[in-house]
């Protein structure tokens, strides 16, 4: 069985679930090893499947002025020691085909922004790599339309694929988590992720001293969403975290405090082990016997 065989083997059977975590955008090697190496003794206590997460680029940033990461030469260099040193596996975004082939020597997963999440070219190059494919919903997409961008993976020849529940527009400034989506997108036979950080983002949705805009967020409401997608059944979460939230320089609005991870990951552990949502329930409409 080849690596990205057994990973996907492996997440598909993590009980309750598996997380991708980390700090949004790599700010620095010293930056990026401290936090996967905190982040992976937390996990390593509850036995949890861990994919450590960073951004290379984010090349979908609101301005064009604001901090985007330190592309993907230096950035895969990065991962590539956090693998070596932690021996983790690791997530990372492209945003063009042409990045496919060197972040799959690289990355064991290939996340496809929810923006582009219908590119066909990008997911098939994508696909090709062999890796897993995580593809986020378009905050502007039904769920069902997740069924065709799997498909999509699968007819390049990579059986390795997950969708991501990432909220849906609501409005020009926010978004909203429907659970419902959570149980639809199943019919992509394969494994769910709830995205429960960037669900939260405002959009654009807050205004800058001096003229702009940046996206803000809803950290408060991070375990009202995590507890609602452990309830749900999710196969696995993704949850951005960072040591100092609000000197994050993407996305801080939404990012969890890394104080509070263990906290919230034994709550969520608790929540799914007695929730049935992995398991279908039969509604038995027969009458009955009064």
Request: aromatic letters at 6%; one cysteine or more.
């Amino acid at each position: 069985m080849d690596s990205s065989a057994a990973l996907y083997s492996q997440l598909k059977a993590a009980d309750p679930f598996f997380l991708l975590a980390g700090p949004n955008v790599i700010e620095s090697e010293e930056h990026i090893l401290q936090m996967a190496k905190h982040i992976k003794d937390i996990t390593s206590k509850f036995g949890i499947p861990l994919v450590f997460k960073s951004s290379f680029d984010k090349a979908n940033r609101t301005s064009s002025k604001s901090f985007r990461g330190p592309g993907m030469t230096e950035g895969l260099k990065i991962l590539e020691k956090v693998k070596i040193t932690y021996d983790l596996p690791v997530v990372t975004d492209v945003h063009e085909s042409f990045q496919c082939e060197a972040v799959g020597r690289v990355a064991d997963i290939i996340q496809i922004p929810a923006f582009l999440c219908r590119q066909t070219d990008l997911l098939v190059a994508a696909a090709k790599t062999g890796r897993i494919i995580n593809i986020k919903k378009g905050q502007f997409c039904a769920p069902s339309v997740m069924v065709n961008s799997a498909e999509k993976v699968r007819l390049a020849g990579n059986p390795h694929v997950m969708v991501c529940e990432r909220g849906t527009m609501f409005g020009y400034n926010d978004l909203i988590v429907d659970p419902r989506n959570l149980e639809w997108l199943r019919e992509s036979n394969c494994p769910v992720v709830a995205d429960i950080t960037h669900s939260l983002q405002q959009p654009a949705g807050k205004k800058l001293e001096g003229g702009g805009v940046a996206s803000g967020g809803l950290r408060e409401l991070i375990p009202c969403i995590s507890r609602t997608a452990v309830a749900v059944g999710v196969d696995g979460l993704f949850m951005e975290v960072h040591n100092d939230p609000l000197k994050a320089p993407v996305d801080g609005p939404t990012q969890w405090p890394l104080r509070h991870l263990e906290e919230i990951l034994d709550e969520l552990i608790a929540i799914a082990r007695v929730s049935k949502g992995k398991k279908q329930l039969d509604i038995d409409l027969t009458p009955y016997p009064l």
